[in-house]
């Protein structure tokens, strides 16, 4: 039985975050998430249970190191650590992400960002690359088969001229002889020459 497969956007409006969130816990967790054969992603059940554990953990302010240690291992990570503050005494959970996380994830989002954008743009540009290919393919054929045709035509010529020439000079040849027969044969009123 074939698995339902769902896509990026599905996935994260189950789950409640936004996609980056995925693809950012995807790469931080080093979760093996499958795609498809044109590699894009596409998320099980389990993936989105998955996905809808790590949403808990965070939200109970567990660090991403200790969820991937525990997704890893398979254990239920310690509970969190809750930060004292002396002049309060309140207990915070540790949740604010580090200047390397906030990096992360804005990387992350940029990536996103970008991907989306090039995703969108990349059938429109795909069209007109082939487009200008197949005009320019077709102004390169056409090109030559016009130097083709010009080449033809000019042997063409050349052949002509080669063919008039010998016409011509067997012409003078074959007039030359005429004229020579002419010159030899007797002209009216002309003696006759006679054998003594």
């Given amino acids: 039985m074939e698995k339902v497969r769902y896509m990026i956007s599905d996935a994260a409006g189950m789950v409640g975050v936004e996609t980056h969130v995925l693809r950012y816990w995807e790469e931080e967790l080093d979760l093996t998430i499958p795609r498809n054969e044109m590699g894009h992603r596409y998320y099980t059940r389990d993936n989105i249970a998955e996905f809808q554990k790590i949403k808990e953990l965070k939200e109970k302010g567990y660090q991403l190191k200790a969820i991937r240690a525990a997704i890893h291992k398979n254990e239920i990570p310690p509970e969190p650590q809750m ?99 002419k010159d030899k044969s007797p002209k009216v009123g002309d003696a006759l020459p006679t054998n003594s």
Avoid at 98 to 104: D, P
Avoid at 131 to 143: A, F, G, P
Wanted: net charge neutral; glycine share 4%.
């Fill in 83 to 181: 930060l004292i503050q002396p002049e309060k005494e309140i207990q915070a959970p540790v949740n604010q992400l580090s200047a390397e996380e906030r990096m992360a994830q804005f990387r992350e989002l940029m990536s996103s960002i970008v991907g989306q954008a090039i995703e969108q743009n990349n059938e429109e540009l795909s069209q007109t690359i082939s487009r200008e290919i197949h005009e320019t393919v077709l102004k390169e054929m056409n090109y030559l088969f016009r130097e083709q045709e010009d080449a033809q035509e000019e042997r063409y010529k050349k052949l002509d001229a080669a063919i008039r020439g010998k016409l011509r000079g067997k012409r003078s040849l074959f007039a030359k002889k005429e004229k020579q027969k």
